[in-house]
DNA sequence: TCTGGGGTCCTAGGACCC
DNA sequence: TCTGGGGTCCTAGGACCC
């Protein structure tokens, strides 16, 4: 057991069977656009500045950012726009339909003014990065000053606001950046890396657990039932205690709140295991019609988003459902996974077997109100294809075309081949002698709809 | 009348295999 | 009057995050 100290603050590295704790020094700041959508907003209409300002979701339904005088209005996130129309009216809020190009582009932006504070940065949300601040110390004696600095950068360049947290562990970082939100005499940057115990102690104990990262709403009322009301208390809680109740993710929160580095910077962006699309209706859907324009369209933007990270899928899920909202009317939900013959990213072929899915959920004389699609099983072209060759029980008997896999791999790129291989006389009849009988399911007679006029 | 969309991880239980 | 043990894979459900 080593004693790593910095600062004032005294930690002890834990050594953790499967908890995977990472070395000890580590330092972790998050930085994290306040409001963000609304501040977007504001950039281009500075009129929007010192106003109350909602950015609403999808179909206006409900409220997904607020500005800081709404907050104080008491309207919660995701709390639906005709249960507070009333109360925007009376105090002059403005109401805004999102624009999320908009915010993916301003998201750009910050991150790459962050980039220029760290090489290690994990862009971890649209409006929020980690970085490490591991080796910095020469460059930035005091942790707070780089802080600062991040903050003036970015709202001189890019005109929005943003608070900077920084902590030894992940989640503590992401308390730290709660405490420079709420904190006014933060300044907009807390470090809880060189804050003396006592204070921190004092910040701690007044955080209610609900904060702390990780902690939900259910976990969090279980806790405080419990007794572990605070920030604090969760810290002083015995890892294994946390572990017997609430799980190897609770005592892991617990870790790094005692300054624990449990969760590791995440550079990369690994590629999704899953892509879903789905939307909620404006108006009540009846037909299988319109219910099938919806799929196709979710599916051929699920499936660009597949063939962007250059990914192939082996199954496709399709889900319905009613209004859950309208208890008057009768309910249902469903969804159904149809395997595909071979894994693939291709829009039409993704696309009639979501419908064939459809087709077979589907129940006349519903109102629906929502539908969606989930691509499942990705993964590497080339690995899908050899391990599902090796679940059927062919794999050793045909190095052969293992080895023409791999040249074609390396001739044409990994997607081509999961595509061209299907086609292939020799894998598509071993795979068929092998498959189960789901998998040989025909569903090519359901029509392609084309979903690119 | 009107209630977002897109992800992750963990766990438990069943099927199946040797 | 008694019913192995260990492993993998899959799915569903529950919790969390933004």
């Known amino acids: ?14 050594a953790m069977a499967g908890i995977g704790a990472t070395a000890c020094n580590q330092i972790f700041a998050l930085v994290d656009v306040n409001n963000f959508y609304v501040s977007c907003e504001r950039v281009f209409n500075p009129a929007l500045e010192n106003k109350p300002v909602v950015v609403l979701s999808n179909n206006d339904g409900c409220a997904v950012a607020r500005s800081n005088q709404v907050k ?11 249960k507070f129309k009333d109360l925007a009216k009376e105090h002059n809020i403005i109401v805004l339909s999102s624009n999320y190009t908009l915010y993916g582009d301003m998201s750009d932006r910050v991150m790459t003014i962050l980039r220029g504070y760290s090489p290690n940065v994990e862009i971890y949300s649209i409006d929020e990065s980690f970085l490490s601040l591991n080796g910095m110390s020469s460059l930035w004696p005091a942790a707070v000053d780089m802080g600062q600095s991040i903050r003036y950068r970015v709202r001189k360049w890019t005109g929005l606001p943003v608070c900077v947290g920084i902590g030894p562990s992940k989640t503590l970082a992401k308390l730290a950046n709660h405490l420079a939100k709420t904190r006014p005499e933060m300044e907009g940057v807390c470090d809880l890396v060189s804050m003396p115990q006592a204070e921190l102690d004092a910040y701690l104990s007044t955080t209610e657990v609900g904060e702390v990262w990780g902690v939900g709403r259910r976990i969090g009322a279980h806790l405080d039932a419990a007794g572990i009301k605070t920030a604090k208390a969760l810290r002083d809680a015995p890892p294994s205690w946390l572990r017997a109740k609430f799980g190897v993710v609770m005592e892991r929160t617990g870790n790094e709140l005692r ?31 319109v219910l099938s324009e919806s799929v196709t369209s979710y599916m051929t933007s699920a499936a660009e988003k597949l063939r962007r990270q250059r990914s192939v899928c082996e199954a496709v899920q399709v889900f319905i459902a009613t209004n859950p ?19 693939s990213c291709d829009t039409r072929l993704l696309v009639r077997a979501a419908l064939f899915g459809l087709k077979k959920i589907y129940r006349p004389g519903l109102a629906y109100k929502k539908a969606g699609v989930m691509l499942t099983g990705i993964g590497d072209a080339g690995v899908i294809q050899r391990s599902l060759l090796v679940q059927h029980g062919v794999g050793e008997k045909s190095e052969k075309l293992m080895e023409a ?17 299907a086609g292939t006389n020799r894998a598509w009849r071993m795979r068929r002698e092998c498959m189960s009988p789901c998998y040989t399911t025909s569903w090519n007679d359901v029509p392609i709809v084309h979903a690119d006029h």
């Open 1 to 14: 057991m080593g004693r790593c100290g910095r600062g004032s603050i005294t930690l002890r590295c834990v």
């Open 72 to 82: 104080a209005l008491g309207i919660k996130m995701g709390t639906p726009w005709f």
């Open 259 to 289: 300054g624990a580095s449990c969760l590791a910077l995440e550079e990369i962006t690994a590629p999704r295991k899953q892509i879903v699309s789905s939307r909620s209706f404006g108006q009540l859907v009846h037909t299988l019609a």
């Open 405 to 421: 896999m791999d040249a074609l791999n390396r001739r044409f790129g990994r997607n081509t081949v999961a595509i061209a291989s």
């Open 325 to 343: 909202f309208r208890e008057q009317d009768a309910q249902y939900s469903n969804s159904i996974t149809v395997p595909l013959p071979n894994p």
